[in-house]
T-cell receptor, first 111, second 113 residues
Framework: QKEVEQNSGPLSVPEGAIASLNCTYSDRGSQSFFWYRQYSGKSPELIMFIYSNGDKEDGRFTAQLNKASQYVSLLIRDSQPSDSATYLC???????????FGKGTSLLVTP | EAGVVQSPRYKIIEKKQPVAFWCNPI?????LYWYRQNLGQGPELLIR????????DSQLPKDRFSAERLKGVDSTLKIQPAELGDSAVYLC???????????FGNGTRLTVT
């Protein structure tokens, strides 16, 4: 079973701070990496995806990928209470396989 | 663009009863997925379709679960008979290709009593 590991949290950060969410994966052949946000009682919604090593920025969100270390992270700048949710890391190991999700990290942004 | 539509939103049944969930994917999305999500866990794949063909059903408990995607559009997931451990949220998702981001429906919350 190919593993996607996340710290379950909760990760608590003050409003305006940077939240850093981390994810490691076991399959070195993984090619596509996704971050989903899931509010309580709701379905996952796509935040960002990244395919290449390095950083990818979209507004307050930055995804970072390091394939050598098998590590992907999500940074949220200027965190807002509305960012409080569970963040799911998902990895597509190889072409032809469906996304494999981690258990998610619960983020709490306190006013 | 209309999103992935699932019904019903909630279902409460007694154990040993049958239940069915329906999903209509985003128009033009050939790949359709059924995931199951237990409380505090990430979604776990049950089955993936490419058009009308089930190409990955290795995690589907075939003794009680079945699925179909006739004509390669809508899909139905069935459980018969349901067990207490089947209580979960059943999520349908679709994507344009296997490597494209998934778009999820609102899910069906199943409670088996």
């Amino acid at each position: 079973q190919k593993e996607v590991e996340q710290n379950s949290g909760p990760l608590s950060v003050p409003e305006g701070a940077i939240a850093s969410l981390n994810c490691t994966y076991s399959d070195r052949g993984s090619q596509s990496f996704f971050w989903y946000r899931q509010y309580s009682g709701k379905s996952p919604e796509l935040i960002m995806f990244i395919y290449s090593n390095g950083d990818k920025e979209d507004g307050r969100f930055t995804a970072q990928l390091n394939k050598a270390s098998q590590y992907v992270s999500l940074l949220i700048r200027d965190s807002q209470p509305s960012d409080s949710a569970t963040y799911l890391c998902a990895v597509n190991s190889n072409s032809g396989y469906a996304l494999n999700f981690g258990k998610g990290t619960s983020l709490l942004v306190t006013p | 663009e209309a999103g992935v539509v699932q019904s019903p939103r909630y279902k409460i049944i007694e154990k040993k009863q049958p239940v069915a969930f329906w999903c209509n994917p985003i128009s033009g999305h050939n790949t359709l997925y059924w995931y199951r999500q237990n409380l505090g866990q990430g979604p776990e794949l049950l089955i993936r379709y490419e058009n009308e063909e089930a190409v990955d059903d290795s995690q589907l408990p075939k003794d009680r679960f079945s699925a179909e995607r006739l004509k390669g559009v809508d899909s139905t997931l069935k459980i018969q008979p349901a067990e207490l451990g089947d209580s979960a949220v059943y999520l349908c998702a679709s994507s344009s290709t296997i490597n494209s981001p998934l778009h999820f429906g609102n899910g069906t919350r199943l409670t088996v009593t």
